[in-house]
């Protein structure tokens, strides 16, 4: 099992991001899937979860601003991250629903600051 | 919403010891308690799940014990390797997360 996040970087408030979470190593679209984040210096929180018929769930701290979304075709998992607040900077890790959790990517840096 | 509680945050201790980790939960959450292992740079690895099952390819050294609200990972002889930050996740409710312990060797 392998998940790579890709699209992380620096955007300024209010703007928009793209991460892409490519999977192998299993049948993707058997599992849901979950996006969860680290702020600088803070503990993991959960932000999105997608299930393997694509319904969706979000957090409160982004719901309305964030779209989880999966192309099953392509083996990969999506975040639309819109209207970005400082407090959005963090790790976004990608990672597999099994018995909560079993499997993570490495994450990816992505830094909201003007 | 469950929080998760873990302590220490910081654990120095030296090889071969046996070091303990805990997580207490604000409800009963049966035993959907998993322990990870994260190092530097790396993605989080699963050790234990559903409070005491070892996930396959973890050395037996880890075990993990408890159910309701408190639960505790044990490395019955700390090795070189080990260190790392350890979290637990909670997953009877959504995912909330324990907020890690860091672990050195002295």
């Known amino acids: 099992v392998q998940l790579v996040e890709s699209g992380g970087g620096l955007v300024q408030p209010g703007k928009s991001l793209k991460l892409s979470c490519s999977a192998s190593?299993?049948?993707?679209?058997?599992?849901?899937m979950h996006w969860i984040r680290q702020a600088p210096g803070k503990g993991l929180d959960w932000v999105a979860y997608?299930?393997?018929?694509?319904?969706?769930v979000y957090a409160d701290a982004v719901k309305g601003r964030f779209t989880i979304s999966r192309d099953n075709a392509k083996n990969t998992l999506y975040l639309q991250l819109n209207s970005l607040k400082s407090e959005d900077t963090a790790i976004y890790y990608c990672?597999?629903?099994?018995?909560?959790?079993?499997?993570w990517g490495q994450g990816v840096m992505v830094t909201v600051s003007s | 919403d469950i929080q998760m509680t873990q302590s220490p945050s910081f654990l120095s201790a030296s090889v071969g010891d046996r070091v303990t980790i805990n997580c207490k939960a604000s409800?009963?959450?049966?035993?959907?308690l998993n322990w990870y292992q994260q190092k530097l740079g790396e993605a989080p690895k699963l050790l234990i799940y559903?409070?005491?099952s070892l996930q396959t390819g973890i050395p037996s050294r880890f075990s993990g014990s408890g159910s309701g609200t408190d639960f505790t990972l044990t490395i019955s002889s700390l090795q070189p390797e080990d260190v790392a930050t350890y979290f637990c996740?909670?997953?009877?409710?959504?995912?909330?997360f324990g907020s890690g312990t860091k672990l050195e060797i002295k």
């Open positions: 990672a597999r629903s099994r018995t909560g959790i079993d499997y």
């Open positions: 190593g299993f049948t993707f679209s058997s599992y849901g």
């Open positions: 997608i299930s393997s018929s694509s319904g969706t």
């Open positions: 409800q009963n959450i049966n035993r959907y």
């Open positions: 559903n409070a005491n």
């Open positions: 996740l909670q997953h009877n409710s959504w995912l909330t």
